[in-house]
Every structure is written in structure tokens, then in C-alpha cells.
T-cell receptor
């Protein structure tokens, strides 16, 4: 079965640089979520999109922005990177089915800021 | 506000022994509850979920969990541990479709032979 695709899988950036993470949801999934997981931490919700509109917002820094495109893929843009942004970034998607609450996670993008 | 507490950051069992990972939640509305497993350097895989209906839910790999409203608990069990069950387990809660999952701090399960 098709899964959530994230690219790149690994990314190394220097402080103050920018980064763009991409997420391709499972086909026919219309909601995309972004989570950040620091080393040894639980995933923290950043932001979500439903039908290309922002649907929920968590602890996303102002330096980060995201959007969902017409083909439902999503991009997380991160600027002025800081050492503390080093983390695993997960994208998840959920299906456009009434009463469907589960989220399916991608493999993650490991961002290292040096 | 919702929250999840996982009791025990590390659980160790012998192969073939019972696995019990504890999860308690706090929610002002009927919760939707999930267990996810994460293997090293991998994404989160859904083990099982509770939304409505039967309070005992069965998931993949022989795991099951029981929703107990009176105890605000959703503990994960497996009758017989296997070496391949060694991983990080996260309990999560949400209150409606399309909203964020709130995760517990996770429990690392170790299985010894």
C-alpha cells in the first residue's frame, strides 16, 4: 500500500540558512499534519492543512511556514535556522472519510543544523 | 486541554512474558485514543485506535488495548513478548478528526531472551 512520502530524508544546514521539507500524502488523503520530534522527545504538533487551508496550528515558530498545494502535497519552509531546530520532522496524512481519526506517518526528515 | 501520561519511560520484559504499557489521558470531551510504535530511525506506525464502540480494541502484531473511561486509561498489552517488539511506544489522544495528536512522552520497551 502507498505510504506518506517525505523528502529529503536527511538534510544538513548551517545556522541562519533556510530549509524546505516536502510531504506527499497517501492518495485520497486530504489532510496533512507536520510534527517535530527532538532527540529523545515525543512528537510535537506544528501545523495542519485540510483541503489546502490551514486547519490547526500548534507550537510552530514564526520562522516556519507551510502550505498545502492543489495536488495535496505540503511543504514546510524553515528560515533563519537555529541549532535547536535540529530534529526529526514528520508529516502525517489522514483520509477524507467521515469519522476517520487516525493519522498515517511518513518516515520523517532528519534535519541537522550545524 | 488534553494530555497523555505514560507511566514508566522504560519497560523491560523477557521474551514470552506479558507486555503491559500504561497510558492515562485527560480530556474534557470524549477522547480518541491511539497507540503508535516507533522503531529506531523510523516513522510512527499505528498499532491500534479507539474512537467509539467496543472498548477492547485489537491491533497489529498481537497487541490490544482497553479503553476504561472510569479510570481514564488506555493501557496496551500483548500476551507474549517477542524480540521484534523492542521499540518506542507512544500513546496519543485527539478530540476530533483533523486535529493534532497529543502524544505521551513514550515508553521504551526492551525484550530480553
Amino acid at each position: 500500500a502507498a505510504g506518506v512520502i517525505q523528502s529529503p530524508r536527511h538534510l544538513i544546514k548551517e545556522k541562519r540558512e533556510t530549509a524546505t521539507l516536502k510531504c506527499y500524502p497517501i492518495p485520497r488523503h486530504d489532510t496533512v499534519y507536520w510534527y517535530q520530534q527532538g532527540p529523545g522527545q515525543d512528537p510535537q504538533f506544528l501545523i495542519s492543512f485540510y483541503e489546502k487551508m490551514q486547519s490547526d496550528k500548534g507550537s510552530i515558530p514564526d520562522r516556519f511556514s507551510a502550505q498545502q498545494f492543489s495536488d495535496y502535497h505540503s511543504e514546510l519552509n524553515m528560515s533563519s535556522l537555529e541549532l535547536g531546530d535540529s530534529a526529526l520532522y514528520f508529516c502525517a496524512s489522514s483520509p477524507a472519510v467521515a469519522g476517520s481519526y487516525e493519522q498515517y506517518f511518513g518516515p520523517g526528515t532528519r534535519l541537522t543544523v550545524t | 486541554a488534553q494530555s497523555v501520561t505514560q507511566l514508566g519511560s522504560h519497560v523491560s520484559v523477557s521474551e514470552g512474558a506479558l507486555v503491559l504499557l500504561r497510558c492515562n489521558y485527560s480530556s474534557s470531551v470524549p477522547p480518541y485514543l491511539f497507540w503508535y510504535v516507533q522503531y529506531p530511525n523510523q516513522g510512527l506506525q499505528l498499532l491500534l485506535k479507539y474512537t467509539t464502540g467496543a472498548t477492547l480494541v485489537k491491533g497489529i502484531n498481537g497487541f490490544e488495548a482497553e479503553f476504561k473511561k472510569s479510570e481514564t486509561s488506555f493501557h496496551l498489552t500483548k500476551p507474549s513478548a517477542h524480540m521484534s517488539d523492542a521499540a518506542e511506544y507512544f500513546c496519543a489522544v485527539s478530540n476530533q478528526a483533523g486535529t493534532a495528536l497529543i502524544f505521551g512522552k513514550g515508553t521504551t520497551l526492551s525484550v530480553s531472551s
